[in-house]
């Protein structure tokens, strides 16, 4: 296989370094016609790249902090060491070691510190801004990876101090109002020497080390990253709080963390800044909404259109705008669960599929690696998924996947995004309804395009304005909603954090959108509205006799298509900042018209058999048609077509 860029499909490559990752050869390229930096994995059986993107908690910190070994919090007086690049504490004391700083002597090489500054910086003229250790009582400000440990006397660590200086124009201007003069620091406008903070702020405790046998620990920090934005302790306590074990972060001088409590506290102070220009991005058209919101609720991802439609372009740009590595692969007829989950060998070895050296590389990377398969349907993928066919539904992800001795645990961002070729309608059948239902199944061309006119959305607005009282036969509110609440940090938290924090925090409200339609005055119930809808279909299903009846929208299906609402009115909230607090009928109509041609219509999918075999004037064709004219009364124009070509004894994606 020839390497070439994943970006520009160039061979024009500089190979940057390579390393052994499990049974892969990793080889790390830079392209020289793009500027791009890509990974390219090559095992046994099995070849993929994985580029480099954004990841949520920024380029620099995601540089740092997935490499580190253990993370710890340091809490301390002044933010001026961490400038220098510098951390110290007491060792020893007449020669004894000293049990509140033992985790200073623990650290090694590639342990990662989080820097907590306590109220206590705040003084009359250490030019610290006040407002903000008054407000928060001690904030989370950056990150460092230890380099050096050495454990040094008192005179030896006072002559390192002398010549040492701290660039203060790195320390961000939200903890400070203004530079340290020269007048106060004796050194220079952007400079201070860390021997005359120490002395001041230390005096009394520098005292007690000054006699013999007594030592200090001298920490050297090779990197260090200031949060774009502090973030304060009760903030962190109130996201952990549903956590089992409540181990306290501030404790001691330095306390190790679990990585969980880190990446909240990483994700809140340094975000990356393309994560919502991103969102944004892929929010502006309301198809990447309706995408991104099938994604969040649980669902993998299959987009149905022509050739040269545009359908893996558009999912590579997805993926690399959102920051989330991916292994690509092209459905083929001879795949079997050996190939997709893994299998041994002849000589008894284990052999990961794509799927699980996915898995594995997610888990073991901490940043999500998803699957793309291109012509889905070239493959018979009902059967080649093997015991993963179970995993793609997400609520049954609280069990590990067995990979031969080993036992994965499938995260629960992990998602399978696809493409098929509706041309090919010899293979379509491949994919049977309990695949399709793990899959939002997207009519790619159609959504793009979709545009409701203003007559739609008149018709759509007559209908709301005078909406009866409906509830979804048996339908679990809080069961259908848990698919929110499934993820714990950091699973959920490298992708789509932000949503799910929104829904935990609105549940009261979340159902309730404000409507810009005329004689609607009241916010619209999104549940009552898709139980009304529901209920015309199931009407309608109820006068068809047949061998498989009753064929109808059972709450399953209809739980599928509100929770993908709900998930779009997280999206849009979290996007928007708060700033949508209502929607106009088209962007509703839209995602309306979406959940019930994706997730409701494909179920029905199973009548168009019975219209070639009663004929277009039987009864099965009739009361498909009349279905369709109802979508097309409440103005969801998709679902009428798709509805109209199942009446035609068609097959719909």
């Not at 000054?210 to 996201?239: A, C, G």
């Not at 705008?321 to 060998?345: H, M």
């Not at 049977?432 to 395009?449: P, S």
């Not at 041609?597 to 498909?624: C, F, S």
Request: proline share 4%; net charge neutral.
């Amino acid at each position: 296989m020839m390497v070439k860029c994943p970006f520009c499909n160039s061979e024009d490559l500089t190979l940057i370094s390579s390393w052994k990752y499990g049974a892969f050869d990793v080889y790390r390229y830079k392209c020289n016609k793009c500027g791009n930096k890509f990974n390219y994995y090559k095992g046994e059986n099995i070849e993929f790249y994985i580029p480099k993107s954004n990841m949520v908690i920024g380029d620099n910190y995601a540089e740092l902090t997935y490499d580190c070994n253990r993370f710890f919090v340091e809490k301390s007086r002044e933010p001026y060491h961490i400038s220098c690049k510098l951390m110290w504490s007491p060792a020893r004391k007449a020669g004894k070691i000293l049990p509140v700083y033992v985790n200073v002597g623990a650290l090694k090489p590639g342990d990662c510190v989080i820097h907590y500054v306590t109220q206590e910086d705040t003084e009359e003229n250490s030019g610290l801004k006040k407002s903000v250790n008054k407000r928060r009582g001690g904030s989370f400000v950056a990150i460092s990876k230890v380099g050096k440990v050495e454990e040094i006397d008192y005179e030896q660590f006072r002559e390192r101090l002398e010549s040492l200086r701290c660039d203060l124009r790195n320390i961000p201007s939200w903890l400070y109002e203004f530079p340290l003069s020269s007048e106060s620091t004796e050194v220079g406008p952007n400079e201070v020497s860390y021997l005359e903070v120490w002395e001041k702020k230390y005096k009394k405790f520098i005292d007690k080390y000054k006699q013999n046998n007594s030592t200090l620990f001298y920490i050297e920090l090779d990197r260090v990253y200031w949060f774009s934005q502090p973030v304060e302790l009760k903030t962190i306590v109130e996201k952990i709080s549903a956590v089992m074990y409540r181990a306290p972060i501030i404790a001691a001088y330095l306390n190790p963390i679990c990585t969980d409590w880190a990446f909240q506290i990483l994700r809140l102070g340094c975000p990356s800044p393309g994560l919502f220009e991103s969102l944004g991005k892929y929010t502006n058209d309301l198809i990447e909404l309706a995408v991104l919101a099938s994604l969040i609720a649980g669902k993998s991802l299959l987009l149905v259109g022509p050739p040269g439609s545009g359908k893996t372009s558009y999912i590579r740009d997805l993926l690399e705008g959102l920051g989330i590595d991916y292994v690509i692969r092209t459905g083929n007829p001879e795949w079997t669960a050996f190939d997709v989950v893994g299998g041994f060998d002849l000589q008894g070895r284990w052999r990961d599929g794509f799927i699980t050296a996915a898995i594995r590389m997610s888990l073991e990377s901490r940043r999500p690696a998803w699957v793309v398969i291109d012509e889905l349907n070239r493959s018979n993928l009902d059967l080649a998924l093997g015991e993963y066919f179970t995993f793609l539904d997400v609520e049954h992800r609280n069990k590990p996947l067995k990979v031969g001795d080993e036992e994965l645990k499938v995260p629960y961002s992990f998602r399978i995004l696809a493409t098929m070729n509706s041309f090919d309608r010899s293979l379509l059948q491949k994919l049977g309804f309990a695949l399709r239902r793990r899959f939002t199944v997207v009519d790619f061309t159609q959504f793009r395009n979709l545009s409701h006119s203003e007559e739609d959305v008149e018709k759509f607005c007559e209908h709301i304005a005078n909406l009866p009282q409906r509830e979804l036969q048996v339908f679990d509110l809080e069961q259908a909603l848990r698919i929110f609440e499934l993820a714990e940090p950091l699973d959920y938290a490298v992708i789509f954090g932000e949503v799910y924090d929104w829904f935990s925090e609105n549940k009261g409200s979340m159902l309730k959108i404000q409507m810009e339609c005329p004689h609607v005055a009241s916010p619209l119930d999104l549940k009552n509205l898709l139980a009304c809808i529901v209920d015309e279909v199931n009407g309608e299903l109820r006068r068809y006799n047949c061998e498989v009846c009753p064929v109808e929208i059972t709450p399953g299906i209809a739980a599928d298509a509100f929770k993908f609402l709900v998930a779009a009115r997280a999206l849009d909230a979290v996007v928007s900042r708060g700033a949508s607090q209502s929607w106009s009928p088209k962007k509703l109509l839209y995602l309306l018209d979406f959940a019930i041609a994706t997730y409701i219509v494909p179920q029905l999918d199973v009548l168009a058999g019975y219209v070639q075999v009663e004929g277009y004037n039987g009864q099965a064709a009739r009361i498909l048609g009349e279905i369709s004219k109802k979508l097309r009364g409440w103005g969801l124009r998709a679902s009428a077509k798709l509805m109209e070509k199942l009446s035609q004894g068609f097959n719909v994606p």
